[in-house]
């Protein structure tokens, strides 16, 4: 009796794993082409630009917006000394690295097998994974459009990063035109910016 009793508790968790799996590769799928844009160009807003830049270089400048589904997001200084133009790495590498279960990057590809995938609540999924020592925890929200508006990193249980996603659509997919973040490390910069002049790539 108590073999079968761990036995049906056993394949329930598995079924269970399943369904958050099935559910999140869902959800993934409308990151990677079927809601959201797979690729697009953009600028960075005049006023979040040089809130980023603060005094680094002086305008005039533009900051461009470059995604891709399988790279990421970058973000480079033209217009100004090319010294300048990866200036602001540190913050498109943070970006990634809260959106990387989201990306179909190689880094997702790597990691992917090691994602312990869960749906604590209806539109919420919550994504762990052991990086070194370090427990990672991303707590994602769906929101109306079935797109992801609001994302909670955290690393061995303490909350590091907060980013909200507004989403606009251009043609027939949806762009995230506004990015807030919230940092709750003292180290680490916030990183907040809206875009502009949006083109759709293939």
Known sequence: MKFLLFSLL???????????????????????GKVAAVSFSAEMDEKTAKALLKNLTDPPYRVDIEYHTETGVRLLVRDTEPFYEQALESQAKYINAMLLPLLS???????????????????????????????????????????????????????????EITWKKIE???????IKSTSYESSKQAVSFQIQNIQLKE
């Open 10 to 32: 056993f394949c329930n968790t598995l079924y269970a794993e399943d369904s958050a799996r099935d559910s999140f590769n869902q959800l993934r799928a409308r990151h990677t």
């Open 105 to 163: 990057s190689s880094g997702y590809l790597r990691l992917q097998k090691a994602f312990e995938i869960s749906i604590p609540k209806e539109k919420s999924y919550q994504v762990n994974y052991k990086r070194g020592d370090i427990d990672t925890q991303y707590l994602f929200q769906e929101g109306e459009l079935g797109l992801i508006d609001h994302i909670t990193y955290y690393e061995n249980d303490k909350k590091n990063f907060l980013l």
């Open 172 to 178: 027939e997919f949806y762009v995230p035109f506004k």
